[in-house]
């Protein structure tokens, strides 16, 4: 894209900005006072808004938050235990070997404090990379895919957008992968001995999210929660 075409739309955006049609006065969200970023000249949005829409960025709803990790748990430990005793089906051996696959087109482990800046679908190959450098078993990560499904079985208030699903899966593999840590020590001309660390973690929300969730969502196509409901209905009995 050439200098003045780059300008050309910078400026069509300003005044899209500037003149928002149709805009809604308030944020959609009840009983949300804000106004949205539309109508208040700071955005393209006509709905929501910027406190709605950093949530949705995040959760991948814009009321809707995202599960816990404790939440999470109980199911990952069923759906692990599914998948452990059904790992011949066609299903189970297809999705396990796609995260392979991801695992090896991954690259080389990223530090997490140098991924600011990177596209997100870099960003998404570090996770990949960060897991296989973690030695996590691919079955571990198709089972946190189907724990994001049977916690929206049992949720009485579920998000059923698939946006939704798809970033919680990406939000519970950027636990799963964690983050960077480093430690240095250097001695101080007392003789004392000074240590330095550094812990960084990639922040979790963005396009990323989605780029990963797709990308989960793609290796593990096919499998749903109908496979494992009866096992999971013991968790919340």
Known sequence: MTASIRQQKLAALRDRIASPQDAYERCRVYPCPNRTTADQGEGLNRLYCRQHIEHYRRHGSYVKSSYRSQELRPYRQVALRWLQGHEDLPLVRRAVVSVRGLY??????????????????????????????????????????????????????????????????????????????????????????????????????????????????????????????????????
């Not at 990639?202 to 593990?220: N, Q």
């Open 104 to 237: 090896a087109s991954a690259g080389a482990p990223v530090e997490a404090f140098r991924l600011a800046g990177r596209p997100p679908r870099d960003r998404a190959r570090a996770i990949w990379a960060r897991l296989r450098a973690k030695e996590v078993h691919p079955m571990l990560v198709v089972a946190a895919w189907l724990a994001v499904l049977l916690r929206l079985e049992d949720d009485p208030q579920p998000d059923r957008h698939q946006e939704y699903r798809r970033v919680q899966a990406a939000k519970l593999l950027h636990r799963m992968a964690g983050g960077t840590h480093k430690r240095w020590e250097r001695v101080l001309a007392d003789g004392t001995i000074e240590s330095t660390e550094l812990h960084k973690h990639p922040v979790s929300r963005g396009r990323v999210l989605r780029v990963l969730g797709d990308t989960l969502a793609d290796a593990c196509d096919g499998l749903d929660a109908s496979f494992i409901a009866a096992e999971a209905r013991h968790i919340n009995s």
